[in-house]
Structure formats: structure tokens, C-alpha cells
């Protein structure tokens, strides 16, 4: 279970989330596909595969199912690999 921090935001917030962009990155492009590609193979609109890398947006639980099937993976492999990075 998170624990909050001395600024009450949640530990794994604070460990994880700036990597989930990076994460879906890196997943995308060792498949070489293109935000294009991925985006048809998941249903995702390219621009918003694009804010989830750059972290300006943060994938929903629906969101993180629709990537994984994309990327050929279960979501529970996505997130594992999203709390393996660091």
C-alpha cells in the first residue's frame, strides 16, 4: 500500500508516475510501431498516445487495458513493467 510523504503525496505516485510515459515509449518502439500504429491497434487517438508519453496525461485503468492489448501485453505485465523501471 502507497504511503504518503512529508508533503502528503502518495510514495508510489512520487516513484512511478513520471516513468509511465517512458515505459509506453520504450514498449512502442521495441515493437517498432509508430504512435500511428499503436493508436490503431489500441483504439487511442494518436495525440493522446502522445500526452500519455510526454506525461501530460495520465492513463485511466480502461486506458491501461487498451495499451496493453495494443502492445500484445496483459495490463498487469504494463503495470509491472511501469514499477520495474526504476
Same mark, same amino acid.
Given at each position: ?26 514498449? $512502442?518502439?521495441? &515493437?517498432?510501431? *509508430? ?5 490503431? =491497434? ?7 498516445? #502522445?500526452?500519455?508519453? $510526454?506525461?501530460? &496525461?495520465?492513463? *485511466? ?5 487498451? =495499451? ?7 495490463? #498487469? ?10
Amino acid at each position: 500500500m502507497a504511503q504518503n510523504d512529508k508533503k502528503g503525496e502518495i510514495t508510489w505516485k512520487n516513484q512511478h508516475i513520471p516513468y509511465i510515459g517512458k515505459v509506453l515509449k520504450s514498449l $512502442r518502439m521495441a &515493437k517498432n510501431l *509508430t504512435q500511428q500504429q499503436l493508436s490503431n =491497434l489500441c483504439g487511442i487517438t494518436r495525440p493522446y498516445i #502522445s500526452m500519455l508519453e $510526454r506525461n501530460v &496525461k495520465q492513463p *485511466t485503468l480502461t486506458i491501461i487495458f487498451l =495499451l496493453a492489448a495494443g502492445l500484445g501485453m496483459k495490463a #498487469s505485465e504494463l503495470v509491472k513493467e511501469i514499477e520495474n523501471y526504476c
